[in-house]
């Protein structure tokens, strides 16, 4: 997607600094793998088995870090310390398909480009020999004898290291954010409507201006109990005969940059659930502003379960103490998934776990095994804070089962089970400060 003049002006010399600081980033990984070049392939089409339909295109993330392309297959970038960056742009000759545009926007100037009509033309193109060169790509994108190699020292380093936004960085997500909440405000309105998850899907869609292959992940349309589905896609053609709730998790991209947003209404705004929702939102926009540098994201998610299950308490469903409930493992029927994750190249971005910038695995607390962050938080990420609420069938028999059953109130329970669940989410910065939430002034902006 195209970015307005304006924006475009803004991001010149935010992105000049994001090179550089990509520079400094590749120097430092090439030293640790013992390697001279550092070559990135975009990646290639995929094509289905016993079929010529290819598969929706995904740029490398590796490659969409250094470069705002995201539709350009067969094309290359190559970092070589002390030389000026190359990039070998892939424009075929092609009337079949629609040809990539010439190289043009705010990075270009930094590179060398060098356009190619071919893929197997890159060959000539690439540093030699292949065996002092970091490959970071998948097997297919292999080009002769430059074959990705991915060394795990220069993996380590540079994953490690997408954890901190530059400026740059910011400036895409928070597009992205707008994008997002347009298509939201839309399918809240065709909620509204009484219109099926499928139309609403569609509605989110055309506000946003892409279509599935172009957002970040699958949207998540779900009306009254199919909100108990964490990931429910089914989008149901037919309306139901009475709209209850509507839960939507849906994001936009943005220049290879994702977002990630997830609200729950109900259509009666006196109802009981709605005031559930109310309660899960408030606590979610005060576990966002606990996002600050040196807490542990592990003791975020505990905290988390602490507080839903007070609100459970107090509408009711619980008969147990929260404490009680978190000790016994009855929260997790309630609350099954992890309070979030990073985000930013990717939905679930990489180094949620990672111990060091030299590789080692931060383990998630026991019993949590769907948490996707366990690092201690500092200025630069961003991570999500997605906490939850829902009346699983199959998770509430095993309360039962584990002989559980006396901490819950079940006839609370069933008048709750027909609007599904609740999930609210937003994208929250760390900073040296307070932790500034990227997600709730993009709909306050209208």
Not at 98 to 122: L, M, N, Q, T, Y
Request: hydrophobic share 40%; net charge negative.
């Amino acid at each position: 997607m195209n970015a307005s003049a304006p924006l475009a002006t803004e991001l010149a010399p935010l992105y000049a600094e994001h090179l550089a600081l990509m520079k400094r980033r590749a120097e430092e990984a090439l030293a640790r793998g013992g390697f001279d070049h550092l070559v990135v392939p975009s990646g290639s089409l995929h094509y289905q088995v016993f079929d010529d339909r290819d598969y929706p295109y995904a740029a490398n993330p590796q490659f969409k870090a250094w470069l705002p392309l995201t539709r350009v297959p067969d094309s290359w970038l190559v970092y070589t310390p002390g030389q000026r960056p190359k990039v070998i742009y892939h424009q075929p000759f092609d009337y079949w398909h629609v040809v990539p545009a010439a190289p043009s926007g705010w990075w270009v100037d930094h590179f060398d480009i060098h356009v190619i009509r071919k893929p197997e033309e890159a060959r000539a193109l690439l540093p030699d020999p292949a065996g002092r060169c970091a490959i970071l790509g998948e097997p297919r994108s292999a080009l002769g004898d430059h074959v990705p190699n991915n060394p795990e020292a220069v993996i380590n380093y540079l994953e490690y290291q997408r954890s901190y936004k530059s400026a740059y960085e910011i400036a895409l997500m928070r597009e992205a954010q707008r994008l997002a909440v347009r298509g939201h405000r839309a399918a809240e309105a065709a909620f509204r409507e009484g219109r099926s998850e499928f139309a609403i899907h569609m509605a989110y869609c055309a506000a946003v201006g892409q279509d599935p292959a172009e957002l970040p992940y699958g949207n998540i349309v779900a009306l009254n109990e199919h909100g108990a589905v964490l990931h429910y896609m089914e989008l149901d053609r037919n309306a139901p005969a009475e709209h209850r709730s509507f839960l939507i998790d849906a994001g936009a991209s943005f220049h290879g940059y994702a977002s990630d947003i997830t609200r729950t209404y109900a259509t009666d705004a006196a109802s009981e659930f709605q005031a559930l929702i109310n309660a899960v939102d408030q606590a979610q926009i005060a576990m966002g502003r606990s996002v600050r540098a040196g807490v542990d994201y592990r003791q975020l998610h505990l905290d988390a379960h602490l507080g839903l299950m007070g609100i459970l308490k107090e509408f009711g469903v619980l008969k147990v103490s929260p404490e009680a409930a978190v000790a016994s493992g009855v929260s997790f029927a309630f609350f099954p998934h992890g309070l979030g994750h990073p985000i930013g190249l990717q939905v679930h971005d990489v180094a949620g776990f990672a111990e060091s910038d030299r590789g080692g695995r931060i383990p998630r607390p026991e019993g949590h095994p769907y948490l996707r962050m366990t690092r201690v938080l500092e200025p630069g990420m961003v991570v999500t804070i997605e906490p939850g609420l829902y009346f699983i069938d199959m998770l509430l028999e095993e309360v039962r089962k584990n002989g559980h059953a006396d901490s819950i109130d079940w006839a609370r329970v069933d008048a709750f089970r027909p609007y599904g669940g609740i999930r609210i989410e937003d994208e929250v910065l760390c900073t040296d400060g307070d932790a500034v939430n990227l997600t709730r002034p993009a709909f306050a902006a209208g």
